[in-house]
């Protein structure tokens, strides 16, 4: 009876875990100012500026980034290249931050 409850209770948590990290995802992509989310590229979600730029909008919750965390200059979708140009304000929130440094070509 008792393994029971432990399963049932096991795939509740991991339901609800995979639920939450697609809402998050859909909500820091909803909230930007972008021509629409682009994809994801190691671990990131990018978002389209226009004039081939791109914005970080968020963390993939199905391939989350671990370790040391390094934006590229450009990221390639559907054969284009977008310049990484922007940090969107909360990209980061679903992680415990450490030590940061930007590039000055990057605004936040």
């Known amino acids: 009876m008792q393994v029971k409850l432990l399963r049932k209770t096991l795939f509740m948590f991991v339901a609800l875990a ?3 990290a697609f ?3 859909a909500a820091v992509a909803a909230e930007t100012d972008t021509g629409g989310v682009l ?3 190691d671990g990131l979600i ?3 500026l ?3 730029k791109a914005v970080v ?3 993939d919750g ?3 980034p671990s370790g040391l965390l390094m934006i590229p200059d450009t990221v390639d979708f559907d054969g284009a290249a977008y310049t990484v140009a922007e940090i969107g304000e909360g990209a980061f929130a679903a992680m415990a931050m450490g030590k940061s440094e930007s590039a000055n070509r990057v605004s936040h």
Do not use: A, Q, R
């Open 50 to 52: 226009g004039d081939e």
């Open 57 to 59: 909008i968020g963390i």
């Open 46 to 48: 990018y978002g389209d």
């Open 62 to 64: 199905s391939n989350p």
């Open 23 to 25: 809402s998050f995802t």
């Open 18 to 20: 995979v639920i939450l």
């Open 39 to 41: 994809g994801s590229y």
